[in-house]
């Protein structure tokens, strides 16, 4: 399958790499075309990767992944282009994270909307799904990584079809059923976009990213 990535940085490159090794063809869009980061990832990773704009990763790509900063996002997704998003599994990432009064940061919305609600609404026709947000990048696409036990990743979104896509992404980086949390409707991101101020102060005392958030039921 084709997979556009929009994000030069260190989530797009280890999902980018990921979808490599799993045998799909990738595409890291970023501002500019010959951006030195994807540049740097295209030569490390091999022939089945390969650079281009947001526009290009987003035509490119059957399914697309949303790894750029959150106060970015809107503006990549412009560039990347309404036209190449439309009909579009799209798997957002990103966080609304606000660094205008230093570390840690607070959330620019939170409570009655969602940075995913707000890209929705910008881009109607693609179909946005809203996962993977609540951790590391490395565990991400290796879940099986930690000792203790399973843990949980959350599902958002509004179209089952593209949450069935995205779950079936989520199955192959090694995410068990029990771990897929569907959680509803794309409202539902509010509420994980709002674990990360607990996620960014458990990281400040284990001192790594190497943990996560574990549901248990009776």
């Not at 970023?30 to 490390?44: F, Q, S, Y």
């Not at 990763?57 to 503006?75: H, P, R, V, W």
């Amino acid at each position: 399958m084709n997979i556009g990535i929009l994000g030069t940085g260190s989530v797009g490159a280890t999902i980018g790499t990921r979808l490599v090794e799993l045998g799909h063809l990738v595409m890291m869009g970023g501002r500019a075309a010959t951006n030195e980061k994807a540049a740097a990832w295209v030569a490390t990773t091999g022939a089945d990767a390969s650079q281009g704009t947001f526009a290009d990763a987003a035509a490119f790509g059957e399914i697309l992944f949303n790894c750029t900063k959150g106060e970015a996002s809107a503006d990549a997704l412009r560039l990347a282009g309404a036209d190449n998003l439309r009909g579009k599994t799209l798997l957002d990432v990103s966080n609304a994270l606000d660094f205008s009064n230093g570390f840690p940061p607070s959330l620019s919305v939170c409570n009655t909307d969602s940075l995913g609600e707000q890209l929705q609404r910008a881009f109607p026709e693609a179909r946005i799904v809203k996962t993977l947000n609540t951790m590391w990048a490395g565990l991400m696409v290796n879940p099986t990584m930690l000792a203790d036990g399973a843990h949980s990743v959350f599902v958002s979104g509004n179209d089952a079809a593209a949450k069935r896509q995205a779950t079936e992404l989520l199955r192959a980086f090694g995410w068990p059923d029990a771990s897929i949390i569907d959680l509803g409707d794309l409202s539902t991101a509010r509420g994980t976009e709002m674990v990360l101020p607990l996620w960014l102060r458990l990281y400040g005392k284990l001192q790594t990213g190497a943990f996560n958030l574990a549901v248990v039921r009776q």
